[in-house]
């Protein structure tokens, strides 16, 4: 399924000069996310909605592009993403240029607009409804214990957090959800994160992005492919199993159609919420006192901490849209076709909106972040489940290990997920 929305040329009208404080580089993303805090708050105070030179090194460079409009208050990000109608994502959400069979192949109702956007999304939202995340609420907790169970005590009370606990949890809730065989989920869980990889050296190694992201792309294909295939014989009590039965303006999905809703969703819900519980326990090594709180009423404080995990860690950095009417934005006027990426972490540090923004205050309350997007059609469908999983998990780390100490990250280096590859984690082991 391509998207369904006619192409729009990149615009042709002069442009101002492009921004000096720069946010295209590769220099730029391969900072830590506090240095690159500083140029987004300049950003924030001198030209909130700059025009900026196209990505450095793109995947699938375009010559003619023009660059982007990069909009960095938190304002501008929501008034974006709540308004579909002159803001579209089927001409593509991503920040860098990407090859169009990857795109294809990985974005599903995500780069897409309505009506055939909402017809997708219904399809798979019954999934993710507060009422069903509640009910699986005794499988997310039960999946969680079993994750901290696997590694509570360890006499050496070290682990390498990411690969033992962070990425486990959603691993499993994502492939509960789709009925994934247990022989496949570690290369579902591997391929997913090559699909994010692209600019990443180390999981490239000597490969090249599109050469790597590609061939994510058609195991993940391969493994819905077989799944399709084994549900339209044998039905299930599973989310393959709805889609292959459902049909969108009364024509049922390709496997193609599956492939790529089930590679958005492996990368959706997977890589986000590990990143989330990797920041998160490094800033309440940070932040000690943020922790004693925590855990000093645990049930009745967790719905608020939860808002602040996600602002903090802001995992998803940047998604794009493009113009189709001429509008005006903090002051500058964007024309039919212009570009327009948001800068969720800048959003969610920007001081208009909240106090202290580099503070890590699990009592901020309202939370108004931007960690699941600004709003609008597009708003993350999985947020209960993320929260959900992410709750059950803390729950286990706070009353078994309440004394970890996250040590220094190392850093995925990507202009899309803000992520963490590896993090050390030292605790008392459960006796
Ligand atoms: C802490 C964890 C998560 C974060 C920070 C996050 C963030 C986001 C963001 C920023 C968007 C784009 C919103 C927009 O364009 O306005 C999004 C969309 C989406 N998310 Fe999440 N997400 C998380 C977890 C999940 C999970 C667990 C799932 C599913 C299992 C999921 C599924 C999706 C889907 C399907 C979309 C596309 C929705 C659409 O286009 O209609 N996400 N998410």
Redesign the pocket.
């Known amino acids: 399924m391509t998207v369904d929305t006619e192409f729009i040329p990149a615009t042709s009208e002069a442009k101002p000069e492009h921004s000096p404080i720069d946010v295209s580089s590769k220099a730029f993303w391969a900072q830590t996310s506090e240095q690159r805090d500083e140029r987004f708050a300049r950003l924030r105070a001198e030209d909130p909605v700059s025009w900026q030179r196209p990505v450095e090194d793109a995947v699938a460079p375009d010559p003619n592009d023009p660059g982007y409009w990069a909009v960095t208050r938190h304002a501008d990000i929501v008034k974006v993403?709540r308004d579909a109608k002159s803001f579209i994502?089927g001409q593509g959400?991503l920040f860098d240029l990407l090859p169009p069979e990857f795109l294809e192949m990985s974005q599903s109702?995500?780069a897409?607009d309505a009506p055939r956007?909402d017809h997708l999304?219904k399809l798979?939202s019954s999934a993710?409804t507060p009422k069903r995340i509640q009910r699986i609420d005794e499988q997310i907790k039960v999946a969680a214990r079993e994750v901290v169970d696997s590694f509570a005590a360890d006499p050496s009370g070290e682990i390498e957090f990411v690969e033992r606990c962070a990425e486990p949890l959603?691993v499993r809730?994502?492939c509960d959800?789709f009925g994934v065989p247990e022989e496949v989920r570690a290369q579902t869980a591997k391929s997913a994160g090559d699909v994010v990889s692209w600019a990443d050296p180390e999981r490239l190694g000597d490969r090249s992005p599109a050469e790597v992201t590609l061939e994510a792309c058609q195991i993940l294909h391969g493994i819905a492919g077989e799944l399709t295939a084994e549900r339209r014989k044998n039905p299930a009590d599973d989310l393959f199993t709805s889609l292959v039965q459902a049909e969108v303006d009364g024509e049922r999905l390709t496997d193609h159609d599956i492939g790529a809703f089930f590679t958005?969703?492996s990368v959706?819900?997977?890589d986000?919420?590990k990143?989330?519980s990797a920041f998160t326990v490094k800033a309440m090594t940070e932040f000690p006192d943020q922790r004693d709180w925590l855990r000093a009423d645990f049930d009745g404080r967790i719905k608020t901490a939860l808002e602040e995990?996600?602002r903090f860690?802001?995992?998803?950095m940047t998604?794009r849209r493009t113009a189709v009417v001429e509008t005006e934005l903090a002051g500058r006027k964007i024309i039919p076709g212009d570009k327009v990426v948001?800068f969720?972490p800048s959003g969610n540090r920007d001081e208009d909106v909240f106090d202290e923004p580099e503070r890590f205050d699990l009592s901020r309350d309202p939370n108004p972040h931007?960690?699941?997007?600004?709003?609008?059609?597009?708003?993350?469908?999985?947020?209960q489940?993320?929260?959900g999983?992410?709750r059950a998990l803390f729950s286990e780390l706070l009353t078994r290990v309440p004394d970890f100490q996250a040590g220094e990250p190392d850093l995925l280096g990507t202009n899309f997920m803000r992520g963490v590859k590896r993090l050390p984690f030292t605790f008392t082991p459960e006796k």
């Not at 931007?370 to 947020?383: A, I, K, M, S, W």
């Open positions: 993403s994502s959400v109702f995500l897409m956007h999304r798979v993710f959603p809730l994502f959800m958005l969703l959706a819900g997977t986000t919420t990143h989330t995990f996600v860690a802001s995992p998803v998604f948001l969720y931007v960690g699941f997007g600004g709003g609008g059609l597009h708003f993350c469908l999985g947020n489940l993320a929260k999983a992410l």
